[in-house]
């Protein structure tokens, strides 16, 4: 076993929890066994590659199947290290569900993603069907994550009211809110000119932010930016957002 001086290269990427010390990897979920066995139809010798939510990814080869498990030895190693500016995307809840929303910004590789409770949201969901709902995007996630060969999942979070965010964004030493009217600056000369390392933006519901939620993130720090003249669905301007930050900034 070496550890590889590049990101590993295989057409076929699941994550799992941890990569534990050792030579041997045990593929257990259900569905991801089903993957390897009867979709691919993968077989002994055979390559994978893993990766874990801690940063750790591994080259590996198909040792056997044994029952509802795929064993697998590690060929080779890599701990994935980014210096690149972290992108936590809080995202009004959008008539049409936050799947498609979660799928993309996986792809695009933002590092958090907050399914956000405005005032004029008006989807509202109840404690069960917010774990429901967390439980689906984080298997979407997870899709998403093996599909694109990202080497780590976003932190998703339930469903969390504005003011919340809002209190949260602290840490954060770069703000944005796009929104539809008053004084704004371009998204362009705000990013183009930042130096930051760890981003938040807020993205508004359909009807966009109230004037006294603009007012409340003014007021901690965040920068109203405009995204142009069209005006964008909430799927598009979550997507089109990270797409310019991750571009811009890494």
């Known amino acids: 076993m070496q550890t590889g001086p590049a990101k590993l290269i295989s057409m076929h ?3 799992i929890q941890e990569i534990s010390d050792g030579d041997l990897i045990l ?3 259900a569905d991801q066994v ?3 066995k009867d979709v691919l139809r993968l077989g002994k010798g055979d390559e994978i590659t893993v990766f874990d939510d801690a940063g750790q990814e591994s080259l ?3 040792d056997h199947f044994h029952e509802k498990t795929v064993i697998l ?3 080779e190693r890599k701990r994935i290290s980014s210096t690149a500016a972290r992108l936590t995307i809080a995202c009004a809840l959008p008539k049409r569900g936050m799947d498609e929303i979660i799928d993309k910004l996986t792809e695009l590789g933002v590092d958090t993603i907050i399914p956000m409770q405005t005032s004029r949201v008006v989807i509202q969901l109840k404690k069960q069907g917010d774990r429901n709902k967390l439980a689906r995007w984080q298997r979407v996630a997870q899709s998403a994550a093996e599909q694109s060969q990202r080497s780590r999942m976003p ?3 339930g469903v969390t009211p504005f003011e919340e965010v ?3 964004s602290i840490t954060f030493d770069l703000k944005l809110i796009p929104y539809l009217s008053g004084e704004r600056r371009t998204i362009a000369d705000v990013v183009n000119s930042s130096r930051a390392k760890d981003i938040m933006v807020l993205i508004g519901p359909e009807g966009d932010f109230s004037p006294e939620e603009v007012d409340m ?3 901690a720090g965040f920068i109203p930016v405009s995204l142009g003249a069209q005006v964008l669905r909430v799927d598009t301007a979550a997507i089109a957002v990270a797409a310019y930050v991750k571009l811009a900034l890494n």
């Open 34 to 36: 089903h993957h390897v």
């Open 27 to 29: 593929l257990q979920d």
């Open 217 to 219: 993130a003014i007021a």
């Open 13 to 15: 990427r699941f994550r």
């Open 60 to 62: 590996c080869v198909i």
């Open 166 to 168: 809002i209190a949260d």
């Open 73 to 75: 030895s590690i060929k």
């Open 155 to 157: 932190d998703i979070g």
